[in-house]
């Protein structure tokens, strides 16, 4: 590899000394760089998205920010296919694999073509007759319908694979993919689960039932949800966010498909830790 695509997290490398000095350091061993500055207030379907697969002629893109950078970096370059690799300028995360004291090591390495790359599933959702259906969103992490506006508990009604499976009373519901399974569905009391397995997490947040739990189905499962009536008002809303991006509104009847997606995102690895291990690192 010696072609670099880089985005940096405005807010991670505010004076982007961090970003000139990875490029320096590139440009240096002969290599070719150039770079796209990221403002989260810009994050969605016209910032990253908007960068044409020509735009990026790269072996690599390196991350600069934390995990929220990387996964949104990796779902909207997912259809480019160029590989990714995080530099986590920030708080503990479980995806970027590199940091500032191992960032230049690593740019050796990969120049050495002495890597591997590892396919995440990623999922899509769309909203039939909605914002969005003239083309499903995708997500690297999780897919969120949760409640809008009133303090009141909302109905889901939880379909899969065109069944009835059950309805939830609950601030709103997480459909995580593997790769998610470390982050809000943790913290709603979700499995973590390897990120290389082909599954689907179905975690309901806060849910009125004590004995509510997670689903884990199949990959290929098709999996539908409706927000259904609580009151005869029928003015129940919910917003669905896709990686805490991309608002969508539902009101009572409305529903929100999701399923697995066609692309992938293609994460570099460079070390050998093993899941267990990274896992039991970041839990120590």
């Not at 961090?18 to 070719?32: F, L, M, N, P, R």
């Not at 499976?165 to 399974?181: E, F, H, K, Q, V």
Request: proline share 3%; charged share 25%.
């Amino acid at each position: 590899m010696k072609q670099f695509f880089i985005i940096t997290n405005e807010h991670r490398d505010r004076d982007l000394s961090v970003t000139h000095s990875v490029q320096d350091y590139i440009e240096a061993k002969g290599g070719k760089s150039s770079f796209y500055v990221s403002n989260k207030s810009e994050w969605g379907k016209h910032s990253l998205c908007s960068l044409k697969n020509q735009d990026v002629e790269a072996d690599c893109i390196l991350v600069l920010g934390g995990d929220g950078t990387l996964v949104r970096a990796a779902r909207d370059m997912a259809r480019n296919g160029v590989p990714l690799i995080g530099v986590n300028l920030g708080t503990l995360g479980y995806l970027c694999e590199l940091d500032m004291a191992t960032v230049f090591q690593a740019i050796d390495r990969l120049f050495e073509d002495l890597y591997e790359v590892e396919s995440r599933m990623m999922i899509e959702g769309i909203c039939p007759g909605g914002e969005n259906d003239d083309e499903p969103t995708m997500a690297l992490n999780d897919i969120v319908i949760h409640r809008a506006g009133s303090a009141q508990l909302i109905n889901l009604i939880l379909m899969v694979n065109g069944e009835y499976l059950t309805t939830y009373s609950a601030d709103g519901m997480i459909i995580s993919t593997p790769t998610g399974s470390t982050g809000y569905s943790m913290s709603a009391g979700g499995p973590i689960v390897d990120p290389r397995s082909e599954l689907l997490l179905i975690t309901p947040i806060n849910p009125q039932s004590f004995t509510t739990r997670s689903i884990v189905v199949g990959a290929d499962a098709r999996i539908e949800v409706i927000l259904s009536k609580r009151r005869l008002e029928q003015d129940e809303e919910a917003e669905v966010t896709f990686d805490g991006d991309h608002f969508l509104h539902l009101k009572v009847g409305d529903r929100i498909q999701v399923r697995k997606a066609e692309a992938s995102a293609q994460v570099l690895r460079l070390n050998q830790l093993s899941f267990l291990q990274i896992l039991r690192k970041k839990m120590t």
